[in-house]
């Protein structure tokens, strides 16, 4: 069974930092791309940003110059770290990667999602 398991969420001042990771574990593969979506409360949820196997990476407008998104393809691990935190990043931030679970190709999976709170 292949899992994602995602860690670093918490409470923080607003100006703040955090750091999340995520870890896909389990038999695949290979890992395409890896990434980071949001869902504040009442809100559908969004995407943040993503990157490729080879380091490519997107973000969200609303996150840009804030957040930086890497991998470390060697751990099947993406981080986030997020800067200058705002009120309005906090939200549940869900792990999403599209993994070769089998040669036939690859299927999207999501982790349990970690809390982030920023207080203003």
């Known amino acids: 069974q292949v899992q994602l398991v995602e860690s670093g969420g918490g409470l923080v001042q607003a100006g703040g930092s955090l750091r999340l990771s995520c870890a896909a574990s389990?038999?695949?593969?290979?890992?395409?791309?890896m990434g980071w979506y949001r869902q504040a409360p009442g809100k559908q949820r969004e995407f943040v940003s993503d990157?490729?196997?080879?380091?490519?990476?997107n973000s969200a407008e609303s996150v840009k110059g804030r957040f930086v998104i890497s991998r470390d393809n060697a751990k099947n691990t993406v981080y986030l770290q997020m800067n200058s935190l705002k009120f309005e990043d906090t939200a549940v931030y869900y792990c999403?990667?599209?993994?070769?679970?089998?040669?036939?190709?690859?299927?999207?999976?999501w982790g349990q999602g970690t809390q982030v709170t920023v207080s203003s």
């Open positions: 999403g990667a599209d993994i070769w679970d089998s040669p036939f190709g690859a299927k999207r999976y």
């Open positions: 389990g038999n695949f593969f290979n890992i395409n791309a």
């Open positions: 990157i490729t196997f080879d380091g490519s990476a």
